[in-house]
């Protein structure tokens, strides 16, 4: 027993030695540092002009585009460029750069650089190359002048905002050798504040970059000098890193324990409607929900509220399709509520009532929100007689039944998100209810000929007067309002944490998670 | 000895075979298209028939299949759908973490659970005896997640005696490239001289590892009592006693001996089941192993990478196997190689 004594007390020891050493080593990191704490893993790809996830977070700091998106003023601001205009009835866009913006390896930023990237973007047509789609060719008449000439009138200045796919990098930062590969290797080639120091695939501290000297804005002020981002995928964990003082940004909290840290000292908590939406999509082409009658039956027994009330917070109701911050949102849209009278009245009116219908509902395992959403529409259809079968899949498997060349094979109703890749509403009504020939991402399966000729007009007409383009959108949403080939269940809410010392932090829904370091304050 | 481990070994590739046979059967029916997963959320139709060309997936199944186990054959596992790297490269940075948290954990459960076990046999049915099976039962029983969360909060969050998350003190990586040589951080921080490193890591390493080790301490503390106490009653210990050794002697010196060989065979075992089975824990603790990955790649359904951490885990075992085998026949020259 004695012996066992002896281990006992030198455990003890041992554990108060650590108790001196190890106490807020992490908090001690240098003010001057920014830690950036997501759930998952940042770099998927390194090649700039094809990155389509996550690397948002980082790419954000090193790469510059050549506008911002504000999505508080609705306005597109200068970056790279610092003025542009458009002619020829939205079909030419000239762009006038910065002058004394480099990259990364000192190269300077100007319109030949700008023009080989874009271009390099534009032929490998991988991620969100799309965006470039208007465009016929770019030309550098001089050294800070860019000209793009467009295939058809579009906002181009919204397009050079994008999120995904604008970014300007040096296409000569490899040398003679094969850029992509380059890239693939953990290297980047950008203008942006910081700069990459160090990369550890897979590992918790997964990037760290270090402040551009060079940068055109200048470090004058008080700035970060340092990013790092941190990998947390358990949120309990996340929580008690930032209440130490080990990460300055979580990016992502369940609702539960947003509000539990809500009101802490030292912590400060924003909460900001997202532009992703999250839809109920109906099957308009087969079974009972190609009747308009029953899809408004259906969309009037669902209870929006009693759906945002049990996620917490999570989630914000959007009348019509466009979220706040995009053009083309309008508070004044019809938007469906629970009314289970006009639900009875709609359902009547199908010729379903009495005749039991069995609903086949789809949404993506793992999704805590839409796992929600479908158990309540699952017993808020139940009165009505409308039994829903509830299946959870993986995406790939919920898109591949989405898609089945048997109609009776696909889903009655399937939850789906979606986002635009940049701040234009057009994504949404081009991807989900444009008339495809087979099925693609409009799992609607939705055709409406006037729709598709307003989607065709749209961007052409927000390229020359914005006001009229909004107003346009105004109008294709009450058409879907109308015609009920889906509900818009809730945008989600961004639930930041953050240590309470950082100063200018703005959550900008144009780019999703991402923080701007440069602009904050420590 | 040379025919047994030749035809083991025979054996071990039979079954290694066997499991990559199985694991691409079960990855190419589970529904769904990889190169939707390749491609990114907004993919165009045309950007995912290009990814399933790269991919290879629009080759006939047994061409792939061809082609896979030739890629196994010269070391290329293929690339993982969700980081986009080569599954081998993404193995070869998560598996020595693995290494570090499930070596250091049979460590503790092993210096902890064999003398619990003499203590828990030579007070059998007496207060120590009914704590250390009690200790034992809670080990096993206790689902590691929530250890691992209870831990957290007290050791990491209330008290602050021991870090919350992480390999190290991320400060270290702050400032300049952390050195790698066996990509865990404790055994590199000594062999290079970074004490700091070498103390940071080991600090971080004690939470998760003392989790990770509760199942196999309460396993080996029962296995270690029930084969002293067998032991202890055989002739052999009695004559011992009359001998005039003291019952700790006889315990200690000569009954634990016979303990070792099955506490050996279950360390073995609990080695490569904990590799992919700790992946609570490791999320908990934000420890970049092969659990954590093998967990993100079957929520992104990751075929390749799930291909290769389930052919990996395979390998582990039957190397193993064939290692205790080998070892005991070593050891114990009761057993004898057939």
């Known amino acids: 027993m004695f012996r066992v004594r002896n281990l006992s007390m030198a455990f003890v020891i041992s554990i108060g030695a650590l108790t001196l050493t190890s106490g807020g080593a992490g908090a001690a990191a240098a003010s001057k540092t920014f830690t950036y704490d997501t759930y998952t893993q940042v770099m998927t790809a390194w090649d700039p002009a094809t990155e389509y996830s996550n690397e948002i977070l980082a790419m954000q700091q090193m790469y510059e585009t050549l506008t911002r998106y504000d999505a508080t003023t609705k306005q597109v601001t200068p970056l790279l460029a610092t003025s542009w205009k458009s002619s020829n009835g939205g079909k030419t866009w000239t762009f006038t750069l910065r002058h004394g913006a480099t990259f990364h390896d000192g190269r300077p930023v100007n319109a030949a650089a700008a023009k080989a990237a874009i271009d390099r973007t534009i032929k490998l047509n991988q991620g969100a190359a799309y965006i470039w789609g208007p465009v016929k060719s770019i030309a550098a008449p001089s050294a800070y002048t860019l000209v793009f000439n467009l295939k058809y009138a579009a906002p181009l200045d919204l397009i050079s905002s994008s999120d995904y796919g604008a ?30 120091q160090n990369y550890a695939a897979g590992k918790e501290v997964e990037i760290t970059l270090k402040a551009f000297a060079k940068y055109w804005g200048g470090w004058s002020g008080s700035h970060y000098k340092q ?36 009101g802490q000292s030292g912590l400060q908590t924003t909460s900001t409607a997202s532009w992703q939406n999250l839809f109920a999509l109906f099957n308009t082409s087969y079974g009972p929900m190609s009747n308009s009658n029953f899809r408004k039956a259906v969309a009037s027994a669902i209870d929006y509220k009693g759906l945002l009330a049990a996620l917490k917070g999570a989630g914000v109701r959007t009348p019509g399709i466009v979220p706040k911050g995009l053009i083309g949102y309008d508070p004044t849209l019809p938007q469906y509520r629970l009314n289970l009278t006009a639900a009875k009245k709609f359902l009547k009116a199908s010729g379903y009532s009495g005749k039991h219908p069995v609903l086949n509902l789809t949404y993506t395992q793992g999704d805590n929100n839409e796992q929600i959403a479908s158990l309540l529409m699952q017993s808020e259809l139940a009165p009505l007689g409308i039994t829903v079968k509830v299946h959870a899949l993986q995406w790939t498997a919920q898109w591949a039944e989405a898609q089945s060349k048997t109609l009776s094979a696909r889903q009655d109703i399937t939850l789906m998100y979606w986002w635009p890749d940049y701040a234009d509403p057009y994504s949404w009504f081009v991807n989900l209810f444009q008339t495809e020939k087979s099925p693609f991402f409009n799992l609607a399966y939705y055709s409406n000929k006037t729709l598709d000729a307003q989607i065709n007009r749209v961007e052409q007409v927000l390229a020359v007067d914005k006001a009229k383009g909004a107003a346009l959108y105004s109008t294709m949403q009450k058409t879907l309002y109308n015609d009920a080939p889906a509900v818009t269940l809730l945008t989600e809410n961004y639930q930041r944490v953050l240590i309470a010392g950082i100063k200018g932090y703005v959550d900008n829904p144009a780019y999703p998670s991402v923080v701007f370091t440069y602009n904050l304050t420590p | 000895m040379i025919r047994f481990v030749l035809r083991r070994t025979v054996l071990s590739l039979v079954v290694i075979a066997g499991v990559m046979v199985i694991t691409f059967v079960i990855t190419h029916v589970i529904p769904g ?19 399933r060309i790269s991919l290879g997936l629009n080759r006939p199944l047994w061409s792939q299949i061809g082609h896979y186990f030739w890629g196994i054959a010269t070391g290329d596992w293929g690339t993982a759908i ?33 003398p619990l076990g003499v203590l828990s046999a030579r007070w059998k049915g007496k207060a120590p005896d009914q704590l250390v099976r009690l200790f034992a039962v809670l080990g096993v029983s206790m689902p590691a997640f929530w250890l691992a969360l209870i831990v957290q909060l007290i050791f990491a969050q209330h008290l602050h ?33 970074h004490w700091a490193l070498a103390w940071s890591s080991f600090t971080h390493l004690i939470l998760p590892a003392v989790v990770v080790a509760s199942y196999p301490l309460g396993v080996v503390t029962r296995l270690v009592r029930a084969k002293v106490l067998e032991t202890s009653e055989e002739t052999h210990s009695q004559m011992m006693r009359s001998l005039g050794f003291s019952e700790r002697a006889v315990l200690g010196r000569f009954a634990l001996r016979l303990a070792w060989s099955p506490v050996v065979q279950v360390l073995a075992l609990v080695l490569a089941y904990s590799l992919v089975n700790t992946f609570l824990v490791e999320a908990v603790f934000d420890w970049p192993g092969l659990g954590n990955y093998a967990a993100q790649s079957i929520s992104a359904l990751d075929v390749p990478a799930i291909a290769g951490v389930t052919l990996f885990v395979a390998m582990v075992y039957v190397v193993l196997n064939l290692l205790v085998d080998l070892g005991q026949a070593f050891f114990d020259p009761r057993v004898r190689l057939a």
């Open chain 2, 82 to 114: 969700r980081t986009h790297r080569p599954v081998l490269n993404d193995l070869f940075g998560v598996v020595p973490a693995s290494f570090e948290l499930v070596g250091a954990a049979l460590i503790i459960a092993a210096i902890v659970g064999v």
């Open chain 1, 227 to 262: 990013v790092v981002f941190r990998v947390t995928p358990t949120a309990s964990t996340a929580a008690q890193l930032v209440q130490s003082g080990q990460v300055s940004f979580v990016e992502q909290m369940t609702p539960q324990l947003f509000n539990s840290l809500k």
């Open chain 2, 161 to 193: 005696w021991l870090p919350t998350a992480g390999e190290y003190d991320p400060s270290f990586a702050y400032s300049h490239p952390v050195p790698s040589i066996t990509g865990m951080p404790v055994v590199d921080g000594v062999l290079t001289g």
């Open chain 1, 167 to 196: 970014y300007i990098y040096d296409t000569q930062a490899a040398g003679t050798a094969d850029l992509a590969k380059w890239f693939a290797a953990g290297h980047e080639a950008g203008s942006g504040p910081y700069q990459l």
């Open chain 2, 33 to 51: 298209d990889p190169a939707v997963n390749w491609a990114g959320p907004h993919a165009s139709l045309a950007q995912i028939r290009q990814a």
